[in-house]
């Protein structure tokens, strides 16, 4: 890999007998993706290796639920954070359960533990001196959490969404106290960050100087209150940075608690996406080092996984679910793939395509097909055990040596994260074992060779491919630990998860397969994929993005509790030409749900509908009409279902000035427009571009449904909808006041 030389700094492997393992803690305001997955999976594979290496580990995942984002997300969706918060967390956990990951917590930030642990933090660096009060007036990016250097309405660096204008009182803590302190730290730690281009930038970040950092939010509530000043809470990524040390009992008194904080703490490693480097490289170890607490071993960025030609987000809209990966190939293939295919630390594209590659090439066609082999003839010439036979050749040490050399390449390539490395060699060791029988051909018998010699050919050729089958099956185990469970039973060594308890990787080595071994019967492994699959999996796809569709049309809701809108008339979204893919904030209705969790069917987008049949209508509007139902301008007001004043209140109707407008491209309808609430700032994407000449909307105040649910078209995220009256040509025209009205006034 291209960054390969900060690895070798930051290895996996542990030195002190114990390993404490991280990912990222999610967002809970949407479910998760192959992106959320990848990560996890990075990490499940490290545990699990280092668990059957003999290390006590320590692998945590969990949710990160606080902050402005998920306020809104859940104010969108008619939710309470907390109800919205649960249903999501659920999601993930149900997920990591599916997939069979082997966390060994999960922790929530809206647990007490957590709450606990961050107050004593914040008090902590109160206490010493490095938080104080001021007042911030500046940029934020909502959806980073982030502050942002920047005019008004600056475009976030990192996402690009319009940066939102704060002016508030807040806590600020002295991170400017610390630029010398952390290059000290870099520099005397060169294993702390990689990959090497995740290391650059964090330098080159802080040696540009740091500023002290804004650490409490006054304008809105849903986080933790700044202990002592609870009209402040806590900045969502001091909060949800502090998970790695709260999950371990940080501000417990219990003596349990600080045991195994001191038996864990530091972390060995935070594994995280390359974009929020600068909060685990430059933040954290500063909140650690104020507080007195020590800094992590090493923190380690993998790429993104794209989609698309696009990061894979569901802001962008390009999201694969690996559920849907799941349930085609299995959870094996899936953590093959990312493992092998991405060099980890660079970006790396997902394609349902090149996974099917992958997939028979490797999996049905290599490992499979070669355990299949031996294990059939096994029964086939030996009725199922493990043959004895005499002394080696020279293409049996020569098989030996190279299994001997595989075990020592995978286990330095794994430990140092070179995953795809690490397989690679593995698989050269599955194609020299196919390459050895095939040259040995123990079922095929030459007239010219005497029975007892090709029985005794046979013996060792099959005990031999067999016990290098067993090797290869022990180093793949982190990786396939599906399949690695039915080889090893195969092969008659039990359950591989019990011997991965006893430590079977740390003594690995050729010779282990005893001569008499009962084998249990093959059965098949990675069944060869078809062209269908690829289909198949799009079709899964599809199918979520339209149930995702109807649910927020709310045409599949189960009951909600009450402040869930009512399931009436169609959103304009339905039928949309640029409406091919959905935010899915919606609970799936495959995925898995934890059992401690309420199960949530209800989608999580409760989307108050407005189009009935009135002559304002909100755009998009670009669904063809039902037939028969002509779109008129003098559509028969009853046409419209009859709702109450409550169900009117539901609307949050708002004044908004078009900051920003532009074309879509390959959308001939579509504007998007950038529009100023007043109170925030958003993106909306209307159905009006045959009609308004983009840069003539420029400053125009218009009238908005603020509470709809957020939508995807063209990829593209919609935070509301305009209104427009339809004229009997269908074309929209944009409703609007003759008197001055500020920014944000409700309509009412
Ligand atoms: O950032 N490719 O949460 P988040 C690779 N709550 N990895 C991806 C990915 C992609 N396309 N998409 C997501 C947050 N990820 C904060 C973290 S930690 C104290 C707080 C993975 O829900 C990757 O690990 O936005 C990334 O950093 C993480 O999900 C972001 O998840």
Same mark, same amino acid.
């Given at each position: ?7 070798? %700094? ?26 959320? *997955? ?10 699990? #290796? ?5 290390? /006590? ?18 104010? &969108? ?26 966390? /060994? ?5 809206? @647990? ?108 809105? %509530?849903?986080?933790?209150?700044? +202990? ?37 703490? +530091? ?38 996984? &794209? ?5 894979? %987000? ?23 793939? =990312?493992? #092998? ?79 795809? /490395? ?97 084998? @249990? ?19 899964? @796809? ?18 909600? +509790?009450?402040?869930?809108?009512? %399931? ?90 078009? =900051? ?16 100023? =609430? ?45 209104? *427009? ?6 074309? +929209? ?16």
């Amino acid at each position: 890999m291209a960054d390969s030389d900060s690895n070798s %700094s930051s290895r996996s492997s542990s030195s002190s007998g114990r390993f404490y393992l991280t990912t990222p803690i999610y967002y809970v305001n949407a479910r998760p993706h192959l992106g959320h *997955a990848y990560s996890t999976i990075v990490c499940d594979a490290i545990a699990r #290796r280092q668990r059957a290496l003999g290390v /006590d580990t320590w692998f945590l995942t969990g949710t990160d639920e606080h902050g402005q984002k998920i306020e809104r997300s859940a104010r &969108l969706a008619g939710r309470t954070p907390m109800e919205f918060a649960t249903a999501i967390a659920g999601e993930f956990r149900g997920l990591w359960d599916l997939l069979g990951l082997t966390y /060994d917590d999960f922790i929530r930030t809206t @647990e007490e533990r957590h709450k606990r642990g961050v107050q004593k933090l914040f008090a902590t660096l109160r206490d010493k001196g490095f938080i104080y009060k001021g007042s911030y007036t500046g940029q934020y990016c909502v959806s980073d959490e982030a502050w942002i250097e920047g005019p008004p309405g600056a475009p976030c660096p990192d996402c690009g969404r319009i940066t939102e204008t704060v002016s508030e009182e807040n806590y600020f803590f002295k991170l400017s106290a610390f630029e010398r302190k952390l290059l000290e730290f870099y520099e005397a730690n060169p294993g702390f960050m990689g990959p090497e281009s995740t290391r650059r930038e964090v330098i080159s970040f802080v040696r540009s100087g740091l500023k002290d950092l804004s650490v409490s939010r006054t304008s809105f %509530s849903w986080g933790i209150p700044v +202990p002592g000043d609870e009209k402040h809470v806590v900045y969502v990524w001091l909060d949800a940075l502090a998970n790695y040390i709260t999950a371990l009992g940080y501000g417990s008194d219990d003596v349990r608690d600080q045991e195994k904080f001191a038996k864990f703490w +530091p972390a060995d490693m935070h594994l995280i996406g390359k974009e929020i480097s600068r909060f685990h490289c430059v933040y954290w170890p500063a909140f650690l080092m104020a507080a007195g607490i020590a800094p992590p071993r090493s923190v380690r960025a993998n790429g993104w996984l &794209l989609f698309d030609q696009g990061k894979m %987000s569901k802001s962008r809209g390009n999201i694969v679910r690996a559920e849907t990966v799941h349930t085609v190939l299995g959870s094996d293939a899936l953590r093959y793939f =990312l493992l #092998r295919e991405i060099p980890f630390g660079q970006d790396g594209a997902f394609s349902f395509d090149a996974l099917v590659q992958r997939y028979n090439s490797d999996l049905a066609n290599g490992y499979g097909n070669l355990v299949s082999r031996v294990g059939n003839m096994v029964y086939k010439y030996f009725g199922g055990d493990v043959p004895h036979f005499g002394a080696p050749t020279g293409a049996e040490a020569a098989l030996r040596l190279s299994a001997e050399r595989t075990i020592a390449a995978f286990g330095a390539a794994f430990d140092e994260l070179n995953f795809s /490395d690490a397989l690679r060699r593995l698989w050269l060791l599955v194609g020299e074992t196919d390459g050895y029988l095939t040259a040995n051909a123990p079922w095929k018998k030459p007239a010219d060779r005497p029975a007892a010699a090709h029985l005794h050919l046979q013996a060792r050729v099959l005990a031999t491919a067999a016990e290098a089958i067993r090797i290869i099956t022990a180093l793949a185990y982190p990786v396939l630990p599906d399949a690695t469970a039915k080889v090893w039973r195969q092969l008659g060594q039990g359950e591989i998860g019990d011997a991965a308890r006893q430590a079977f990787l740390q003594n690995l080595a050729w010779g282990g397969l005893k001569a008499g071994t009962r084998f @249990e019967m093959p059965a098949p492994l990675f069944p060869r994929a078809e062209r269908d699959a690829i289909q198949r999996m799009q079709n899964l @796809e599809d199918e979520n993005n339209r149930t995702v569709i109807e649910a927020a049309q709310g045409e599949t809701m189960a009951p909600g +509790p009450a402040t869930a809108a009512p %399931s009436v008339a169609p959103s304009a979204a339905a039928g949309t030409d640029d409406a091919h893919s959905s935010d899915t904030l919606t609970p799936s209705t495959t995925a898995p749900h934890d059992p401690s969790m309420p199960v949530e069917t209800a989608p999580v987008h409760a989307v108050p509908a407005v189009q009935a049949s009135s002559r304002l209508s909100s755009t998009p509007i670009a669904a063809p009409p039902a037939s028969g139902q002509a779109q008129q301008g003098s559509e028969a007001p009853q046409t419209a279902l009859p709702i109450t004043i409550d169900d009117f209140a539901k609307i949050d109707l708002r004044v908004a000035q078009i =900051l920003v407008a532009e074309r879509v491209p390959k959308a001939d309808k579509l504007l998007r427009l950038e529009i100023d =609430l007043g109170y925030e700032k958003r993106q909306i994407l209307a159905g009006i571009a045959q009609q308004y000449e983009p840069e003539k909307l420029i400053g125009r105040k218009i009238v908005v449904v603020a509470n709809l649910a957020p939508r995807k078209m063209r990829g593209l995220e919609s935070n509301g909808m305009l209104l *427009a009256a339809s004229l009997p040509d269908g074309a +929209p025209v944009l409703a609007g006041f003759l008197e001055d009205v500020p920014l944000g006034a409700r309509l009412k």
